[in-house]
C-alpha cells in the first residue's frame, strides 16, 4: 500500500531539503495583495510585527482569524485533493490520468479502456505522504524556533526569483523579540494544523486511517 512508503523522518535533513515540494502557504489581504508566507523570515510581500503578520501593500495588519481560516482552508482543500483520487499511469509513454477505479485493479486500463496494451501501475498522484508532508512544512512555518535558529525553508530559494537586495534581512535580536511576541498566536496556528495531524500519538502515520472521517459516505 502507499503507506509502506512512509519513512522516519531524518532529523540532519533541512527544511529547504524535506519541504523542497511542499507548497507555500498563500495569504490573501483584504486589500488584494496575495503573497507566499514563510513564517517568521524577510519578505518583500509581508512583515512580521509584535502583533502578527502585516501587509507590505496597504499596511494592514492581519487579524489572527484571517490567518487561522486562511490555514485550514487550505489545510481543507489539500485534503480534498488527496481524496479525489486522481491516479496516473506510471508508464510515462502511457499518460494516462484517471479517477476511474479499474475493474482490473492498480492495472493500467490503458487507451482502449480494456486493460490491454499497456503494461503500466496505476499510483495516487497526490500520496498520502506528500499530504503528510505538506500538512508537516505547515507546521513548520508556525515554528518560532526553527525561525530563531533561521532553519525554516527560504522563501526565495530560486536565484534570480526575487531580488535579494530589496529585501532588508531581520537582525537575530529582532528577530528572537518578534519570535517571542508571536509565539503564543503561532502556537494557535500550530493548533490548528495538529488537529489534522495528532489523530494518532506516532509521528509516522497512516493518513487514511486519520482521514477516514472524511471520506464521503458510500452511495447506495
Ligand atoms: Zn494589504
Ligand atoms: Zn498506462
Not at 508537516?136 to 527560504?154: C, G, T
Not at 530589496?166 to 503564543?184: F, S
Amino acid at each position: 500500500t502507499a503507506s509502506n512508503e512512509l519513512q522516519p523522518l531524518e532529523s540532519m535533513i533541512s527544511d529547504a531539503e524535506r519541504f523542497k515540494n511542499s507548497e507555500y502557504l498563500t495569504l490573501q489581504c483584504s486589500c488584494g495583495s496575495s503573497f507566499k508566507f514563510g513564517g517568521i523570515q524577510a519578505s518583500k510581500d509581508y512583515m512580521i510585527t509584535h502583533h502578527g503578520v502585516q501587509c507590505n501593500r496597504c499596511s494592514t495588519n492581519f487579524s489572527n482569524l484571517r490567518v487561522t481560516s486562511q490555514l485550514e482552508k487550505i489545510i481543507r482543500a489539500n485534503i480534498s485533493l488527496y481524496y479525489s483520487g486522481w491516479l496516473y499511469c506510471d508508464d510515462v509513454t502511457c499518460g494516462i490520468v484517471t479517477r476511474q477505479i479499474s475493474v482490473y485493479g492498480r492495472r493500467c486500463i490503458g487507451h482502449s479502456g480494456k486493460a490491454h496494451g499497456c503494461k503500466g501501475i496505476m499510483r495516487y498522484r497526490y500520496s498520502d505522504k506528500q499530504l503528510y508532508n505538506q500538512l508537516l512544512f505547515f507546521d513548520s512555518i508556525f515554528d518560532v524556533d526553527k525561525a530563531k535558529k533561521r532553519s525554516l525553508k527560504p522563501l526565495y530559494e530560486e536565484q534570480g526569483e526575487e531580488d535579494k537586495e530589496n529585501v532588508k534581512p531581520i537582525t537575530q535580536g529582532a528577530l528572537d523579540a518578534l519570535c517571542e511576541q508571536n509565539r503564543d498566536f503561532f502556537d494557535i496556528c500550530r493548533g490548528v494544523i495538529n488537529r489534522y495531524l495528532n489523530n494518532s500519538g506516532r509521528r509516522y502515520v497512516d493518513m487514511g486511517s486519520i482521514f477516514e472521517f472524511m471520506v464521503p459516505e458510500q452511495k447506495a
